[in-house]
C-alpha cells in the first residue's frame, strides 16, 4: 500500500490562518508528523498554497477528495496543523484496511456535554440569542432545515447516545470513501453561503469544515469508522508532561496553540 499524512497552513485569512507567517505552533506539528511519518514508512506532504477552490481556508482540508492527482494512495490521514504526535504513538494506518469509507475520533464538545459544562454555561448567561453557540450540536437542526429535513444523523458506534460527528481534526480517508465524496458531495459554497446558523457574528460557523464534513458524509450514507480517542485526543491540557502521552494530542484554541509553542 501506498499511503501519505498531508497538512498545511494558509496565510492570512481567518482567526485560526491569521499569521503572516507560519507560526511557531504550526511548525512544531508539522516536524512532530514529519517523523511520525518516517519512522512508519508512509509519505509527507506539507504545503502552503491553496489548491481547493473553497469559501474559506479550513476548507482546504478536503483536499484529499478534491485533487485527482493523490489518488495514486491508498489511504490518506488528513491532520491539522495544530495536533502534535509524540514519539510513541501507535501507527494509524495498522487501521486502515478496518475502515469503511472515512475513520475519524468523535468530537470531545459532542461527549462532553455533562453537568458541568451545562452549569457553567448558564453561570456565564450564555446562550444562543447573546452570541454563545455549540454549533456541534444545535447546527445539527440548522442543517437539516436547509437540506429540507430529509435526512437524519446516524447514531454514534462509541457514545451510542449521541449523534455521530467527527471531529475533522484528524480524518483518514479510504480511496474507496476519497472518490466517492468527491462524486457525492454537495457544494461547500452553498453550504458556506446559505446556512443560517444564528443571529450574531458568533454563530457564524458557516466557514468551518467540520460541520460541512459530517453533513455530507451522514447525508451520503458514508461507513464512518470511529476511531480511538488516542488518534486525536482533545483534552490538550490533561497531558503533563504531554510529550510521553502516547496518542495525537490536538490543541485546540488559542490556549492550546500558545501551550503547544511552550511545551515544545
Request: aromatic letters at 16%.
Amino acid at each position: 500500500m501506498r499511503n501519505l499524512i498531508i497538512q498545511y497552513y494558509l496565510r492570512g485569512d481567518g482567526k485560526k490562518y491569521k499569521y503572516t507567517k507560519v507560526p511557531e505552533w504550526a511548525l512544531v506539528s508539522r516536524r512532530s508528523f514529519e517523523e511520525y511519518a518516517a519512522k512508519y514508512k508512509v509519505e509527507y506532504m506539507w504545503y502552503e498554497e491553496q489548491t481547493v477552490n473553497a469559501p474559506s481556508p479550513f476548507f482546504e482540508s478536503l483536499r484529499p477528495v478534491h485533487d485527482n492527482t493523490l489518488d495514486i494512495y491508498d489511504y490518506i490521514l488528513y491532520v491539522d496543523c495544530d495536533v502534535y504526535a509524540p514519539k510513541d504513538v501507535d501507527n494509524i494506518f495498522d487501521y486502515a484496511n478496518d475502515i469503511g469509507d472515512v475513520g475519524g475520533v468523535m468530537d470531545r464538545h459532542i461527549t462532553q456535554l455533562d453537568e458541568k459544562l451545562v452549569k457553567y454555561i448558564a453561570q456565564k448567561n450564555q446562550t444562543f440569542s447573546n452570541g454563545w453557540f455549540n454549533y456541534e450540536v444545535e447546527a445539527h437542526d440548522a442543517i437539516r432545515r436547509h437540506y429540507h429535513n430529509w435526512f437524519q444523523w446516524k447514531k454514534s458506534t462509541t457514545h451510542p447516545d449521541l449523534d455521530q460527528f467527527i471531529n475533522s481534526g484528524v480524518v483518514l480517508w479510504s480511496k474507496k470513501g476519497r472518490l466517492k465524496a468527491r462524486k457525492q458531495f454537495k457544494s461547500m459554497l452553498e453550504y458556506h453561503t446559505r446556512i443560517p446558523f444564528g443571529p450574531t457574528n458568533g454563530h457564524q460557523f458557516q466557514k468551518y469544515d467540520q460541520g460541512y464534513l459530517n453533513a455530507m458524509l451522514i447525508m451520503n450514507d458514508f461507513d464512518v469508522t470511529e476511531l480511538p480517542v488516542r488518534f486525536n485526543d482533545q483534552e490538550w491540557d490533561k497531558y503533563r508532561p504531554p510529550i510521553a502521552a502516547k496518542r495525537f494530542i490536538h490543541y485546540t484554541g488559542d490556549k492550546g496553540k500558545d501551550k503547544l509553542v511552550h511545551i515544545y
